[in-house]
């Protein structure tokens, strides 16, 4: 059986599975090189078949990662277009209003006639019905919008397309891409800013099968970290991962007062939540309060709320269900930090988070869905390298198009201990070789890499490649023998994806000293074993040969603000337009002279 997940919101998204197995995952953003774009991901499907090989009458049914979607939202593209001058708009001419003024809002009037979100050449969904009917009844309108698209483009039966509760969609993806034991009986945690309802569920998985045990409205975690992202001057949606990686650097005398407002809101209700003091609204009530206080201190007190609330969350959920193994999803398990909390807890005999939580891979979790309506269990994750695979003969076109033997060195049938000996010369090289890996981090095959030890990468990395905020922290690709030597894991966790944070060793923090955090020195790695990606792996032990580093220093390959690479073309902009020394396309070295 075959199955399409479609994601329109929160970086639109297809992902096709056959028989509980993921064929091809990927964002549209990397098509349309625009930064999370959402919508219909009608490039992606079209790709997903192409480099599959499915045909359209082989696809049993296609499935939406949630019942609701808000129709202007992915009309206007707001994710993706809105500046934080908008969402600040937002705030005062929307929420202030119906929240504190209770008065009529103006301001998605006026944004439907704004000329900067109309993009008809994108417009898949027919949205007519927005002039035709009341807006009560365009949540209905809209269903049948996203079915007759999917009948349009793939000639599907309209029974065949169906629409999956959200928060099943994201456990189900915790649940089964899990390398956990399905024998024993799980807690299957989803935490996210909003869907189909829900900003929390709990559910059981035992046996390959997940039951909904409760989902909230209450789990405001994520909600809260999104607007204190804006309050801080930074885009919401998307620099959330800014305000945890700034978090770390404040002084605990600036925290503490910032950490009161935040304990005096939102608190822990056995497996709920509850409010202590009810804010008048998310945004005004922390600005009015927080107003004063230092950036640093905001996020260091932001971090710590979030880590004792989750904690506290899924102690309660784990005596609440007498078990001692979780698995996370959802936008809130992107968190690396909240997830190091959670680790740490006691009890807690294993722990997973599988490959970014938000909602691109809820797509992945809705198949996984109907498969288990099905009675069809699905594999866990081998890897994460789903997507669009870069060709030789791509490669050859590219060098031919661009005589880039006249700019260039060009080494074809490149060997692993040759760019080990670049990298450990100290040049940074780029990595873009076979499939993409899907969702927000780089695993290696889209990758910028360079030399763990050499502190001064970082500023070289952020100032001439990556030209991002001078705080953020790197990461590395580790091999898996080597990762006791740096990790301090005491409980083994698996964590091959990047998706938790751990403490290091003191051998950690010598080798990997422009990869880890340069504040509070934890690491989220990629773990890796050889099965994964045989390649990559031989790189880095390439590379430990010629060092004793068993690791390399692992950010995407993509300019600041643009998706991650796609194809070799993406790639060759991101050398030409950056300090990189180097591009590695599959087995051909682009070196700059």
Known sequence: MIVLGINEDHNATAALVKDGRVLYCASEERITRVKNDIGYPYQTIEEALQQTGITRGEIDYVVYTAEITDAISIKVKRITKFKISDYVSEMYEHWKPVLIDHAKPYFWDRILKDPRFEDPKTEYYDFGFMKTTLVEQWNDEFKKARVDVVVKQLGIAPEKVLFKYHHECHAAYAYFASPIDRSKKTAVVVADGWGDGANGSIYVGENNKIT??????????????????????????????????LAPYAHEYLVKPALEIFRNTLVVDGIDFKWKEKPSDLYFYFRDRLEGMRFDGIAGALQQWLDEMVVQWVKNIMEHLKVDQVVFSGGLSMNVKANKAIAEISELKDFFVPPSGGDESATIGAAYAVFQDQGIASSPFENAYFGYAITDAEVTALVTKYNLREQYEVQENIAAQNIADLLSKGKVIARCVDRMEFGARALGNRSILCDPQKYENIRLINEKIKFRDFWMPFTPSMLDYRAKDYLINPKGLHAPFMSIAFATTALGQEHLKAAIHPHDQTVRPQVLTKEANPAYYELIQAFEKKTGVGALLNTSLNLHG???????????????????????????LILKK
Request: glycine share 6%; hydrophobic share 40%; proline share 3%.
């Open 212 to 245: 909904k045990i409760h989902s909230t409205a209450l789990c405001n975690l994520a909600r809260v970290y999104r607007y204190m992202t804006l309050l801080l001057g930074m885009r919401p949606f998307e620099h959330e991962y800014k305000v945890m990686g």
């Open 562 to 588: 643009l998706p991650i690479v796609r194809n070799a073309e993406d790639a060759y902009y991101t050398l030409l337009n950056s300090g990189l020394d180097g591009l590695v396309l599959n087995t051909t």
